[in-house]
Structure formats: structure tokens, C-alpha cells
């Protein structure tokens, strides 16, 4: 059976991977790459196959991990032209991938797969994505804001606000129904107030540069720390993550996402989630991300997701996973060799749905970031979060 190639990722130690620095905007480049555009690999000297499989040798080292995904143009024959799952890495200048074909007698191009969404609409450092594929039951806009807010100092700790609006008309459109929202102060996520180190400047935040690491206090008013961050983002064109620290090469990561959950039978939602630092909070505020609710998702007993439409509400609701939270790869709960399950959202008692692609595992692992693992044929990448924690993603059936 040819591995499932709907599920990608792609993190900063890939070929030609933008850099996540102390820089406003540098958060929008890392999405087009990963979202939109994919991204380019070296060109190919040539290609071999044995049986099923076929290895593509590039001209330099491709930087390519296990279990990414290829889209290959302008081969022929063509019936090697679409998007397949890496299944063998042999060196560093040469990737394996199944196919029926077996002679090539024109050599194309690859890529590394984009996610699948289109960016709908753009200004400077801003920009709001969505799923390109106009037959998809749910389309939500994810709105990022990645600019310097004119109350904030340019020196100050790197984040994008973010949302997610049911409709979208332009760049600057915050009409729609959105996550999150206070209807007491409406533009409470996207408009800074006040000046200096009382300022207020976003309320959902995806951080990437800060003074301190998200398990240490700091202030955002803190001089952030330049260098570059590495970063994996994973999903499809359906809903991602982003898994990124706010120091360069630090372990202590954050965990964000998008998109759309799985709904449980017999639950009536708009079934769109965001998992963000809630932080509305001034600017000089001390606070670390390991306790109280500007904590990182899915890190202690305050770190909510947002989804629209929980039983018994009106517009949003928090929901938190159903299993151990923080402990995610640091304990043995069960004997099974790969032990990982899906997260269940809960709200208001109601079991709303499942995080998509998202485990907790329920063993200790020593895992590397970008780690892949095949188990019960199927295929995980694994990846750190605060202290040393580690969650599996789902890629889909080897």
C-alpha cells in the first residue's frame, strides 16, 4: 500500500526553510513556506528504482526528514508528476518513494509539499489564510497579525495576534464572528492601547522571540534575544500546529494551532479551534508560560484551546484535553510499546470533539525534534514541548 500523503511537515532544519528571528513579519514568511508556497529542494541528478520504489539522488545534500512529503513536476512519463511520502532516506543526497513507474526519461523538479491553504488576503506583515479547497464543508479564516503595533516598541518580545473568523472580506476585515472576542471591547485582540510598559498589545498571541524562555519570567517590554528559532509546523489543509521555543536553541517549546476538530456524533458546534497564549496582560507585566492562564496550550491546568460554539454558549468556549496534559511523554501510563492518544476536547462537561493529528503519548521517550516513528503501520513525528515534554503527531497510514 502507498503511505497517505494528506499529512506534512516541515521545520527549520529543511532546505531553503525561512528563518523564525527576532524580527516583526519573519512569522508570515515561515507560513507562506509551509501553507502556501512549499518549499524548493536542490535540483535532481537523478533517479533509479528497484521494484515499487524509486530513489531520487539530488545534487546536494536535500536536508529532507523521513515521512515528509514530495511534490514532484515535470516528469516524464507524468504518472510520476503529484505529491509522495518520503519512505526511505539512504544518505544525505538521496530520498526513496513508492511508485508504479520505473523508467523516468525526464528528470522534474521537487518541493517540499505545501499544506494546502491559499492566503486570501495580505498586508504588511499581516496575513489571513484559509484552506484552498472550495469543496470542503468548513473553510475558516486564520487571521495573523505579525506588524509592530504602533503602542509597541520595536525592541520588545515578537508575537503574531491571532484569530480565527468564520468570514473574511479583506485584510482588515473584523466583522465576522471570530475567536477569540469580547464584546465589551471588540478589538480587544487586534488594537493596542495605552504607551510604553503599560501598554496593552493583543489578547491570542503566537510568540517566537522573547528575553527568557516560556519557562522562566520575563516581561514582554524585556529586549527580545536576537538569533534564529527553529520550528516544525505539521497538519494539512484542514488545521495545523506550530511547535516552536522563543530563545534560539532552546528545548522549551511552545505549542499553537488551527483549524478545524473532529466533531463527536450527536454534537451540534462550528467545530473551529485555536490553541494561543492567552495573554491580556501590559506589556511590563512579569509572567512565565508554565502557569496561570498565559500559559502554553496544553501545559497545565490553565491552558485552554478556544472553539466556537460550545453546548451552552453563544459564541466560544475554552476546552481542555482530556488526558494528562503536561506529562505527555514523560511517564510510563501503559506497557505498550508506542503508546499515544488522541486529544478529546471537553466543554461545559460536553465531549465536543478530537484534535486532529495531535497524541499524547503515555510513555517516556528520549526523542530528537522532528523525530518520525512507524508504529502499527502508521507514521508519527515527534516533537518537544516545555520542559522536555514530547507529543507525537499523526501523518496518516504508512
Not at 112 to 128: H, I, Q, R, T
Amino acid at each position: 500500500m502507498v503511505a497517505s500523503t494528506d499529512y506534512q511537515f516541515i521545520c527549520s532544519e529543511n532546505y531553503n526553510a525561512p528563518s523564525l528571528g527576532n524580527a516583526w513579519g519573519v512569522l508570515i514568511n515561515v507560513l507562506d513556506g509551509c501553507l502556501v508556497n512549499g518549499l524548493t529542494l536542490p535540483a535532481i541528478n537523478n533517479v533509479t528504482s528497484s521494484g515499487s520504489q524509486l530513489t531520487i539522488t539530488f545534487t546536494t545534500n536535500h536536508q529532507l526528514k523521513m515521512f515528509q512529503v514530495l511534490r514532484l513536476s515535470g516528469f516524464v512519463p507524468t504518472g510520476l508528476n503529484g505529491d509522495f511520502r518520503i519512505v526511505g532516506v539512504p544518505n544525505a543526497a538521496a530520498v526513496v518513494i513508492e511508485s508504479t513507474v520505473t523508467t523516468v526519461t525526464t528528470i522534474g523538479n521537487a518541493i517540499l509539499k505545501p499544506l494546502g491553504y491559499e492566503k486570501s488576503f495580505a498586508g504588511p506583515n499581516k496575513a489571513v489564510y484559509r484552506d484552498k479547497n472550495v469543496s470542503a464543508v468548513y473553510r475558516p479564516f486564520l487571521r495573523v497579525d505579525n506588524s509592530l503595533d504602533p503602542v509597541y516598541s520595536d525592541s520588545y518580545a515578537k508575537y503574531a495576534k491571532v484569530g480565527v473568523l468564520e468570514n473574511c472580506a479583506g485584510i482588515d476585515d473584523l466583522s465576522s464572528t471570530q475567536i477569540p472576542f469580547d464584546a465589551d471591547n471588540p478589538t480587544k485582540n487586534w488594537v493596542g492601547t495605552g504607551s510604553g510598559s503599560s501598554a496593552y498589545a493583543g489578547w491570542a498571541k503566537w510568540y517566537y522571540a522573547r528575553s527568557t524562555d516560556a519557562y522562566t519570567a520575563g516581561a514582554d517590554s524585556d529586549s527580545s534575544i536576537s538569533g534564529n528559532r527553529p520550528w516544525m509546523i505539521v497538519g494539512n489543509s484542514q488545521g495545523f500546529y506550530l511547535v516552536n521555543p522563543m530563545k534560539p536553541s532552546d528545548s522549551h517549546k511552545l505549542l499553537y494551532g488551527f483549524g478545524v476538530y473532529d466533531l463527536i456524533d450527536g454534537v451540534d458546534a462550528t467545530p473551529y479551534y485555536l490553541l494561543a497564549t492567552w495573554d491580556y496582560a501590559t506589556v511590563g507585566a512579569s509572567r512565565d508560560f508554565s502557569v496561570g492562564q498565559n500559559c502554553a496550550p496544553f501545559y497545565g491546568n490553565n491552558c485552554p484551546a478556544i472553539i466556537f460554539n460550545g453546548v451552552g454558549v453563544n459564541t466560544q468556549v475554552s476546552v481542555l484535553a482530556a488526558h494528562g496534559l503536561y506529562d505527555s511523554g514523560t511517564i510510563n501510563t501503559y506497557s505498550n510499546n508506542f503508546a499515544c492518544m488522541p486529544f478529546t476536547l471537553i466543554a461545559n462537561s460536553y465531549l465536543m470533539g478530537v484534535l486532529p493529528c495531535l497524541r499524547y503519548i503515555n510513555k517516556a521517550r528520549s526523542d530528537a525534534a522532528y523525530s518520525t516513528v512507524a508504529y502499527s503501520n502508521m507514521m508519527y513525528v515527534i516533537d518537544l514541548q516545555l520542559n522536555n515534554r514530547r507529543y507525537a503527531f499523526n501523518l496518516g497510514s504508512l
